[in-house]
C-alpha cells in the first residue's frame, strides 16, 4: 500500500488537530479548576463534546478510513486522562 503525499499531510493535519484538541481541554480543566465554576464545567464539556463530533464528521468526509479515526480517538482521549490525571 502506497501512501501518497496528500495522505501523509492529512495524516499529520489529524495528528495536529489531536494535539490541539488536548492541549485545549487541558487548558480548560486548569481554568475551571482555579474558577471552581461548576455550570462552566457543564457547558465547556457539552461544546467539547460537540466539537469532537464536528472533528469526527470532518475527518470521515476527508475520506479517513473509519479503523484509523476511532485508533486516533482512543489514543488521544488515553493521552488526555493521563495528562490530566498527572497535572490536576
Do not use: C
Not at 8 to 17: A, E, K, Q, S
Amino acid at each position: 500500500m502506497e501512501i501518497s503525499n496528500e495522505n501523509i499531510l492529512l495524516y499529520i493535519n489529524m495528528v495536529l488537530g489531536s494535539i490541539a484538541m488536548v492541549m485545549v481541554a487541558l487548558g480548560i480543566m486548569r481554568y475551571f479548576s482555579l474558577v471552581y465554576d461548576s455550570q462552566g464545567y457543564g457547558l465547556t464539556f457539552l461544546g467539547f463534546v460537540f466539537l469532537s463530533n464536528y472533528v469526527f464528521f470532518l475527518e470521515k468526509k476527508a475520506g479517513i478510513d473509519n479503523k484509523i479515526i476511532w485508533i486516533k480517538s482512543i489514543i488521544t482521549a488515553v493521552t488526555f486522562g493521563i495528562l490530566a490525571y498527572i497535572l490536576y
